[in-house]
């Protein structure tokens, strides 16, 4: 694993002259500050290679769990075949005690950035860092893979949750958001329509669209204890209200490794953590 220097945080109070200088950005159909496409420029040169966290080459691999009501923690493992409409299978996923760990239990995921646009024929106008999660299984197999996006730039840093498999239950909470300036007490909105495909039995069931509307604030820097060793972050609470209820997150982002804890509070109360192990 490469050796990480943290970046002093002196520089990441930033006095954001960026925000003076929106000419560079746009407000994407989501709401989150973007880099305006430049005919003259390739893809990469507009959304990728001012990455300072989520950059081509690196691999971050994060370890979870899932603890219920009750306090029991689990992991996901691999479950029976599913025959779908079109008369293929695909595996699903079911819940296993820490302690009973078996070869097809999904141990970590692995989140990579990409190269280019993996949309480009059904979205050519795409306009964030592409990003793949990996579901890896003890025996080193994908339980699963998924393409989807991150923005990073030096007005917001926002990504997409792992969401394949038990992770879809991520889709309902709020995402991990950080926006500029980088200190406490910053505090803004945003809002998501989400579609009913999302809901899984197994934590809620609905019919029709919710529209999520999310509240953010950064209430801390701190040093936390990482598997980096002390390394202080910012702390962001999130929480999302819809008519299906309530969900929340505590994320907390370091500058250069980007989230290194996320801590979500599901639509049924139970809980799923996310750990950032090494990044290489």
């Known amino acids: 694993m490469k050796h990480i220097h943290t970046i002093p945080f002196i520089l990441l109070s930033i006095s954001f002259s960026a925000q003076t200088n929106l000419e560079k950005y746009s407000i994407d159909d989501e709401g989150i500050i973007v880099e305006k496409p430049d005919s003259r420029r390739t893809y990469d040169e507009m959304y990728n290679t001012d990455n300072i966290i989520y950059t081509n080459g690196k691999k971050f691999t994060y370890t979870y769990f899932y603890q219920d009501t009750k306090g029991q923690k689990f992991l996901i493992k691999r479950g029976k075949e599913i025959v779908q409409p079109a008369g293929y299978s695909v595996a699903d996923w079911e819940f296993v ?18 190269h280019g646009n993996p949309f480009q ?16 299984m003890a025996d080193g197999r994908f339980l699963s893979t ?10 917001n840093v926002w990504i997409h949750p792992p969401r394949n498999d038990f992770f879809k239950i991520l889709e309902i909470n709020p995402f991990p958001y950080i926006k500029a300036p980088y200190q406490r007490g910053t505090k803004w909105n945003w809002s998501l329509e989400i579609g009913d495909h999302w809901s899984d039995k197994r934590w809620l069931s609905w019919k029709g669209d919710i529209e999520n509307q999310y509240t953010y604030e950064i209430k801390d820097r701190k040093k936390i204890i990482t598997k980096f060793g002390n390394l202080e972050c910012y702390v962001i609470h999130a929480q999302a209200d819809s008519r299906i209820g309530k969900t929340g997150l505590i994320s907390y982002f370091n500058p250069e490794l980007g989230f290194v804890k996320l801590e979500y509070t599901n639509i049924d109360n139970t809980k799923t953590v996310l750990e950032l192990e090494t990044v290489k």
Request: proline share 5%; no cysteine; net charge negative.
């Open 121 to 136: 024929g059904v979205v050519p106008g795409y306009n964030q860092t592409a990003i793949e999660y990996k579901y890896v």
């Open 97 to 114: 005690k820490i302690d009973d760990q078996d070869k097809e239990t999904v141990t970590h995921l692995i989140l990579t950035p990409r």
């Open 146 to 155: 998924e393409e989807t996006g991150a923005i990073e730039n030096e007005m």
